[in-house]
């Protein structure tokens, strides 16, 4: 499968404990993208990449939450000193420049205790 | 602020009928729209999208029809499967390069036999 990998699926965490998510894009993409979806809503976006540049980021992304592509391949996400407010569904999806549609991944599932 | 709206939180067919699945825009700047359809448990998966230069672009069952008068696009499936009961997002990119996406909260098809 060529498509958006992210790990883990799913993560169970006591406040106050830090996380870190992982996404790998399509091989060819190199713009990647993060975006959280709590229950009965759409996503949200919070940051993107181009290659390892990070060019926006939402005001959801607080000064816990960090994510950086150091590489320009994979991307990770990670959360500081969790919040029950935290809890969601973490969604990455990449693209190419050259077309905008976006492909995601499964997401990965967070639930803090 | 602006954001991308559905009119239906849940919409019932039956199997074999057509589906339309309705959403508003407000962001009038807005020249990209994407259909994603998610199922439990799964990142959104791409359907159709279409540019604000065109006003129909129908793909293998499903239509999407774009009214820039009333800012308002729909999504039409043909002979409705049960495979096609998920949740159904509008997103656009609000103008911009597909930098970002934003997300209505959803419509959920519910497909009966």
């Known amino acids: 499968d060529t498509g958006v990998s992210q790990d883990p699926r799913h993560k169970i965490t006591k406040r106050g404990q830090n996380v870190t998510f992982r996404c790998d894009p399509i091989?060819?993409?190199?713009?990647l993208y993060w975006y959280r979806q709590t229950l009965g809503q759409g996503p949200e976006f919070l940051t993107y990449?181009?290659?390892?540049?990070?060019?926006?980021k939402s005001r959801l992304l607080s000064d816990r939450f960090s994510a950086e592509r150091p590489k320009g391949s994979f991307s990770t996400l990670e959360i500081q000193r969790t919040e029950q407010g935290d809890s969601a569904m973490y969604l990455c999806?990449?693209?190419?420049?050259?077309?905008?549609?976006?492909?995601f991944g499964p997401g990965t599932r967070l639930t803090v205790t | 602020g602006e954001s991308v709206g559905l009119h239906l939180p849940t919409l019932s067919v039956q199997e074999g009928d057509n589906s339309i699945i309705n959403c508003a825009y407000s962001?009038?700047?807005?020249?990209?729209f994407i259909w994603y359809k998610q199922e439990s448990g799964k990142g959104p998966q791409f359907i159709i999208d279409?540019?604000?230069?065109?006003d129909k672009r129908q793909g293998q069952r499903v239509t999407v029809l774009l009214n820039k008068t009333v800012k308002h696009l729909s999504l039409q499936i043909a002979a409705t499967q049960p495979g096609d009961s998920a949740v159904y997002f509008c997103?656009?990119?609000?103008?911009?390069?597909?930098?970002?996406?934003?997300f209505g909260t959803g419509t959920r098809l519910q497909v009966t036999l």
């Open positions: 999806a990449s693209s190419n420049p050259r077309v905008d549609e976006q492909y």
């Open positions: 091989s060819e993409h190199n713009r």
């Open positions: 990449f181009q290659n390892e540049a990070q060019l926006e």
């Open positions: 962001n009038s700047a807005s020249d990209y």
């Open positions: 279409i540019r604000s230069n065109m």
């Open positions: 997103a656009d990119t609000g103008g911009g390069t597909a930098s970002k996406l934003t």
